[in-house]
Structure formats: C-alpha cells, structure tokens
C-alpha cells in the first residue's frame, strides 16, 4: 500500500521538528543509549514503589515526541521512561542515527522478529538500567511494567508483549499500542501469542495505519481478550505527538484509565460514552 510509507516519511520529517526544542539534555546508560525519564511527583520521597511504563516512538521520532501524554502518566503516578533507538532525529550526536527503514514499510512480508530486534535491545536495556541504578532502582515495581509506543514504537510495544515471541518480556502486564505498525503481526499471525491486555487507540484519518488495526480479521481481532479498541473522530497519524493537540485530552483519558486498572488494579476502561464527541469507534472485550 503506497499510502503507508508516504504517511511515515512525512511523520518522520514532523518528528524532526518535534527534536528541536528539546526539554533538556537526555539521561544517557552506561552503554550510551540516551533516554528521558518522567517522575510523578514527590517521586524521590516515596515509600511505596511505583509502576513503570516505557514508551517507544515512531520512526524518526524522539523520546520527547508525546510529552503530553509521557507527563500526564507521570503525574498519575507512574515512572516513564523513553529511549532515543537509532533512528531518532534528536539522536544525531549519538552517531546511531538511522533515516532508512531496516525493511520497506510498504513490504510488511519482509519483516521478521530479525527486523528492528535493536528496538527490543534498547528497552530490554533500559529496563535492565533504571533497576540497577538510584533513585529509580529502590522506588520501582516491575510486577507493574507496562510499554508504550507511537507508530513503529507500537510495533516495539506489541514485539515486546509477544506478537514476536521470540522478543517476549514476561515483565510487562499491559500494552498501550498508538496507532500502531502492525500490518507484520497480521500478516504472520503471531497477535494472539499475546497475553497481557492491550489497547489499541487510532483515528479516522489514519489512513495508512488504522484500517488494519479495526478491520474484520485485524489486530483487533486477532489479539486475546483483555482488548480494547478506541478510534478518535479525525484524528490522522501524527496525533499522538505534541504536533497535534486537538486530542490529548482523550488520548490521555483512555490511556490513563488502560494502565489505571491493569497496572495499579483500580478503576475499568469504561470511557466511550463520556468522550463519544470525539469517538468514533470503541470496543472491549474484558475477561
């Protein structure tokens, strides 16, 4: 489909600009990967250990890409961390920067569990980091860890929840998949090798992206129960960036009350007829 690679080369120009005014210099692990972390607040006094989402960004995108949504996770109460993977833009200093896909979007058949496993090595790293390093370490629950990712970052997200088994990570309890490349875990069937509950969000004007997640027989479908699927009236691929803020008050309010109940236990994804203004679809199918 010609639609798609166009869609993720002009997200990837975006993302460029996203890069520029950068909040501050980026966290770095001792192996060199740069990441931004989000604390909730009194984050350094807390006696009781918090939950921990990691979130993935697009192609060409930034740690930084979705601070509206990174903060509000933040000041719910949850640890967020973000790695720069080698094709971020804001990244160019690091020297691991990559403009190519390492397949061709549009040849979904081409990609495998061997395509951007680098994405999977980032995260895995940075898990493994925050755990070994104050003030994260002592203040983290990873009997609570969720993922978290835009675009190719919500292909990162659903390889880590299984759709790859081979990149499975037991630790994480739920996945939050915005707009997501998905078309390679559909084409290889592999979703229903997840089993965490996931979220999927999309938009109207996602054209490229979120017909294959809504369609019959799409990874909607083909993903376990709990799942759950909200597509926002209008809204196009780039929303879940700070490019575009006509939605984040939405996209926060599903994904708030996704992580609230499966990974603090408290409260149901129950949000369709408060926001049916600005929904267009929602499904849920919870056990």
């Known amino acids: 489909m010609r639609l798609l690679p166009l869609i993720l080369l002009l997200a990837t120009v975006a993302a460029a600009f996203l890069a520029r005014p950068a909040r501050t210099e980026p966290q770095r692990t001792d192996s060199g990967l740069t990441f931004e972390v989000w604390m909730p607040p009194g984050f350094a006094q807390h006696r009781e250990r918090v939950p921990l989402i990691v979130f993935s960004h697009g192609f060409g995108g930034c740690a930084q ?18 790695p720069n993977h080698a094709d971020a833009r804001c990244n160019r200093a690091g020297g691991r920067t990559a403009f190519r896909p ?21 995260i895995e790293a940075l898990i493994a980091f925050v ?18 990712g835009h675009s190719l970052g919500g292909y990162t997200a659903l390889g880590m929840a299984g759709a790859w088994p081979s990149w499975k990570d037991a630790r994480v309890k739920a996945v939050l998949a915005l707009s997501p490349y998905a078309k390679p875990f559909i084409d290889r069937d592999t979703l229903h090798a997840m089993s965490v509950p996931v979220m999927y969000q999309g938009g109207t004007l996602d054209l490229g992206i979120t017909p294959f ?5 799409g990874a909607y479908d083909r993903s376990n129960a709990p799942k759950y699927f909200v597509e926002f009236r209008r809204a196009g691929h780039l929303a879940w960036t700070d490019l575009n803020p006509m939605f984040h008050q939405e996209i926060n309010a599903y994904a708030l ?13 129950v949000l369709s007829d408060n926001l049916g203004r600005r929904v267009a679809d929602f499904r849920a199918e919870a056990r």
Do not use: C, N
Not at 213 to 217: D, L, M, P, S
């Open 257 to 269: 009350a996704f992580f609230d109940k499966y990974l603090k236990r408290e409260g149901a994804v």
């Open 213 to 217: 997640v809504a369609r019959a027989g």
């Open 65 to 82: 890409q979705s601070k509206f949504l990174t903060e509000a996770l933040a000041a719910d109460g949850y640890l967020v961390v973000a």
């Open 102 to 122: 390492e397949e061709p979007f549009r040849d979904d058949a081409a990609w495998s569990d061997a395509t951007y496993r680098v994405r999977h090595d980032d």
């Open 131 to 148: 755990l070994a390093h104050e003030p994260y370490a002592s203040r983290i629950d990873v009997t609570r860890m969720g993922v978290m």
